[in-house]
């Protein structure tokens, strides 16, 4: 008789895939807000910052936490020729396909594209930045921590102190944009998967529950009390205590979000949506606002069915989608093509793989 396999723990999964449903949430309240569909209300900027200060750093920590198993398993040279070409072979060609959609939606959508934006792939559009930030980060941090003795101590403190220091700042500028999410993807090479369920796993789900909902609870209250806090990867109003209470409020509903995955970690939509967060964060954006845009020239202009049909179509569309294209042979636009690996078959490249996870966006821009 065969021992019964041991079940996944989807905690983090849970975790990564409430980030992405944020990161979608965003994006449609951002889309609707340019579309002026939502009128005014401070709500619709607290409800930003708060996603800004939690879903990019939940996904970057969640990636890095299986970065080590992964150099592991196939050495540093090989993980790193995978990742990277694999990374740079899909952001080229979601640069191509949503700046394509974007180019030939002109008229309808709340940034139009042009070729000038396609060919300046310097500057990424829409969320595509992500991606090649995973890759500098990885090319930085992952030789250094795998090389230097007591690499983990040395890269995070060195993490710590860049993250610090761009904190807040958007420059555009592909690979720069967003670094400082590199302390969370960092903070997860070091620590680990094994460790991080073990730590999340010794708490009660009760208690993890209450503390989530809790810490979360907190960090919605002190947005609203201070609208201009800094999140990491953008903001307007960079001072001293913006970028220090953006870091403790980055840093809280983070830890918020760990413990609701692991109060929720028998929800199997939530997990799915983790599990497969790469492919919804790259396809939200276009299916989200083409929602928007059939919504509208049906005569919908209900706020909460136009930010419902935006959700829908980003989170569950993208799945359904990313499905079919998948079973058509077509899995390569989310993996990059078998040829770049050395393998007979490539890994899927997800938001474990530090994907991201999530989502997810040119973080103020709509489309």
Not at 273 to 300: P, T
Not at 355 to 367: E, V
């Amino acid at each position: 008789m065969t021992a019964p396999a041991k079940q996944r723990d989807a905690s983090l999964d849970v975790a990564r895939g409430i980030a992405i449903i944020a990161v979608v949430l965003a994006h449609v309240l951002r889309g609707l807000n340019a579309a002026h569909l939502l009128g005014d209300g401070a709500w619709i900027k607290i409800a930003d910052q708060v996603i800004l200060l939690f879903s990019l750093s939940v996904f970057a920590f969640v990636g890095g936490l299986f970065v080590s198993a992964s150099v592991r398993k196939r050495g540093l040279g090989r993980y790193l020729s995978e990742r990277e070409s694999q990374f740079a072979f899909v952001w080229l060609t979601w640069t191509a396909l949503q700046g394509g959609v974007l180019l030939l939606a002109s008229g309808v959508v709340n940034t139009p594209g042009s070729i000038g934006s396609l060919l300046r792939i310097w500057l990424p559009i829409g969320q595509l930045w992500y991606l090649p930030f995973l890759m500098l980060v990885t090319l930085i941090f992952v030789p250094m921590w795998t090389w230097l003795p007591r690499g983990g101590l040395w890269v995070f403190g060195l993490a710590a102190v860049l993250s610090l220091g761009l904190w807040g700042f958007n420059t555009g500028l592909a690979g720069i944009r967003g670094f400082a999410l590199a302390v969370f993807m960092v903070g997860g090479v070091v620590l680990g998967a094994d460790r991080a369920r073990a730590l999340l796993n010794a708490i009660p789900v009760a208690v993890a529950a209450v503390a989530g909902v809790t810490l979360f609870a907190v960090g919605v209250v002190v947005v609203t009390v201070y609208p201009d806090v800094a999140p990491p990867t953008e903001s307007h109003v960079r001072t001293l205590f913006t970028v220090a209470l953006g870091v403790v409020l980055s840093l809280t509903l983070s830890v918020a979000v760990l413990f609701l995955g692991r109060a929720a970690r028998s929800w199997s939509l939530l997990a799915l949506c983790g599990r497969r967060s790469l492919e919804i964060y790259l396809a939200h954006i276009v299916l989200a606002s083409g929602s928007r845009i059939i919504l509208v020239k049906l005569g919908v202009h209900s706020s909460v069915l136009l930010i419902a049909g935006g959700l829908v179509a980003g989170v569950v569309g993208a799945l359904i989608v990313a499905a079919g294209l998948r079973r058509v042979g077509l899995a390569w636009v989310f993996d990059g093509p078998k040829w770049l690996t050395q393998r007979r078959a490539p890994a899927r490249l997800t938001a474990a793989d530090s994907a991201p996870s999530a989502p997810i966006p040119s973080d103020r821009q709509q489309s």
